[in-house]
Every structure is written in C-alpha cells, then in structure tokens.
C-alpha cells in the first residue's frame, strides 16, 4: 500500500529511444555552436557574402553599357527598376528619405557617368553599390530615369 494518494512511478526507467535522443540533441547542439559561431571556428556569412560580392563584381564590369537617354521605353524600364530597387531608401518621387533628394543638387555629381558610378560602385554612408546585382545595362536605364526627373 502506498502512503500518499499520489501513484508513484519512480522505479520506471526512461525509454532508451528518448536517452538516444536526448544525448544526439547534446552532441548536435555542441557540434553546431562549434561550426557556426565566428569567436570560435572564424566562420560568418558576412565573409562568405563579401566573397560572393567581390566574385561577382569580377564578372560584371563598371562601364555604362550605353546611353538610354530619350529612350522612351529604356525609361520606362528605369522607372520599374527605380520602384523595385530605390524607392524603399528615396520615396517613390525621389524627393529623398532615408537617401538623399535625387531632384535637387547631388553631392557626387549629376552627370550620366555620376549618376552610373553611384548606383554601380555606391556612395560611403549607406548607398550599396548595386552593379552585381543589376548590371550595367538595367544601371544605364535606371540612369536615363532618373536624367529625366532631374529635367523636370
């Protein structure tokens, strides 16, 4: 007879699946705090990114595949990349937010080939160069957009 109204199973062992289990948790756990943590095996996708970034910047060249301006479709097309890829940072008429007003005086210079270093290669606080991801050619474009709300 028992004592208390409580069942008491303290002599039921635990099933050796569940031990299995909890001791290849452990073991995993240890292995990937090993693995992925950068103070000890130096590993960070930071570095792998850069590495990716700098391999594509090699492929794709700096050099405005040609000039869009008066382009009317070319422009149209820049207005799309502008909508996908900058309004998030200059607002969707370009009036600047987190970045600079794209209408008024730049401080890097508003010529076409100003305006394509800027976008390809980026500007230090904040603007990301943009080149592997676009290219030169979708670049140009976003260019030529943008020559024409600097004329408006």
Same mark, same amino acid.
């Given at each position: 007879?028992?004592?208390?109204?409580?069942?008491?199973?303290?002599?039921?062992?635990? +099933?050796?699946?569940?031990?299995?289990?909890?001791?290849?948790? #452990? @073991?995993?756990? #240890?292995?990937?705090? @090993?693995?992925?943590?950068?103070? #000890?095996?130096?590993?960070?996708?930071?570095?792998?990114?850069?590495?990716?970034?700098?391999? *594509?910047? &090699?492929?794709? &060249?700096? @050099? +405005? *595949?040609?000039?869009?301006?008066?382009?009317?479709? *070319?422009?149209?097309?820049?207005?799309? #990349?502008?909508?996908?890829?900058?309004?998030?940072?200059?607002?969707?008429?370009? =009036?600047?937010?987190?970045? +600079?007003?794209?209408?008024? *005086?730049?401080?890097?210079?508003? =010529?076409?080939?100003?305006?394509? =270093?800027?976008?390809?290669?980026?500007? +230090?606080?904040?603007?990301?160069?943009?080149?592997?991801?676009?290219?030169?050619?979708?670049?140009?474009?976003?260019?030529?957009?943008?020559?024409?709300?600097?004329?408006?």
């Amino acid at each position: 007879m028992n004592d208390t109204p409580e069942i008491q199973e303290g002599h039921n062992r635990i +099933p050796k699946g569940w031990l299995v289990f909890f001791f290849a948790a #452990i @073991v995993f756990l #240890i292995w990937y705090v @090993v693995s992925y943590t950068p103070a #000890i095996s130096g590993w960070s996708f930071y570095k792998k990114y850069e590495q990716e970034m700098a391999a *594509a910047a &090699k492929t794709e &060249k700096a @050099v +405005p *595949a040609s000039s869009y301006a008066g382009d009317e479709k *070319a422009v149209s097309e820049g207005k799309e #990349i502008y909508a996908t890829n900058c309004a998030a940072c200059h607002n969707a008429d370009a =009036t600047g937010g987190i970045g +600079p007003n794209l209408t008024a *005086a730049l401080k890097y210079g508003a =010529t076409e080939n100003d305006l394509f =270093t800027s976008v390809s290669k980026g500007r +230090p606080n904040g603007m990301p160069g943009f080149l592997p991801q676009l290219g030169s050619d979708r670049i140009s474009k976003l260019v030529a957009y943008l020559e024409t709300l600097r004329k408006k």
